[in-house]
Nanobody, 122 residues
Framework: VQLQASGGGLVQAGGSLRLSCTASGRTFNNYGMGWFRQAPGKEREFVAA??????AYADSVKGRFTISRDAAKNTIYLQMNSLKPDDTAVYYCAAALTNWGTLRTQTEYRYWGQGTEVTVSS
């Protein structure tokens, strides 16, 4: 199983980016998938996740970021709007093999992508 994340880049504050994460090797349509991020010098933190019937966001991104999923493409997206310099981080996608839990903790996830870097300039 591989998760391939893409879409990162450099953007000015207030701008937008859309991250993509495509899974290969198996489907995760019935399981949770999510995004985490790690800023320089900080621990990896939860950003957003979804599973059939459930969506969760970190308070810091609620109202600005939207997670979505294209089951046919085995892909999840993270639409990031109104970006702030504090959003600068490496963003990782992850996939779980359970259909319960909050999806807010890293230990709930079985597979991880390689990360895509997002830099927001002020």
């Amino acid at each position: 199983v591989q998760l391939q994340a893409s879409g990162g880049g450099l953007v000015q504050a207030g701008g937008s980016l859309r991250l993509s994460c495509t899974a290969s090797g198996r489907t995760f349509n019935n399981y949770g998938m999510g995004w985490f991020r790690q800023a320089p010098g900080k621990e990896r933190e939860f950003v957003a996740a979804n599973r059939s019937g459930m969506v969760a966001y970190a308070d810091s991104v609620k109202g600005r970021f939207t997670i979505s999923r294209d089951a046919a493409k085995n892909t999840i997206y993270l639409q990031m709007n109104s970006l702030k310099p504090d959003d600068t981080a490496v963003y990782y996608c992850a996939a779980a093999l359970t259909n319960w839990g909050t999806l807010r903790t890293q230990t709930e996830y079985r597979y991880w992508g390689q990360g895509t870097e997002v830099t927001v300039s002020s």
